[in-house]
């Protein structure tokens, strides 16, 4: 089993920087987190490269 990364994220409602874990072993994943501060749902989107780089994009959950 692998280790979580851990990746900087913009809220799209309160614009607080939050830090949240991604599963390397999984290349493209998508799911629903709650903001730690406003606590409305965000919709994280990753993707991993070659390299498990993750490219993280943060949306509002309606967008």
């Keep these: 089993?692998?280790?979580?990364?851990s990746?900087?994220?913009?809220?799209?409602y309160c614009w607080e920087t939050l830090d949240v874990s991604v599963?390397?072993?999984?290349?493209?994943?998508?799911?629903v987190e709650d903001c730690q501060v406003?606590?409305?749902?965000?919709?994280?989107?990753?993707?991993?490269d070659d390299t498990l780089t993750p490219h993280v994009e943060a949306r509002a959950e309606n967008e």
């Design 1 to 5: 089993m692998s280790a979580l990364d």
């Design 23 to 31: 599963d390397p072993s999984v290349p493209e994943q998508e799911y």
């Design 38 to 48: 406003c606590c409305r749902p965000i919709l994280i989107h990753v993707v991993f």
């Design 7 to 12: 990746v900087l994220i913009q809220c799209p």
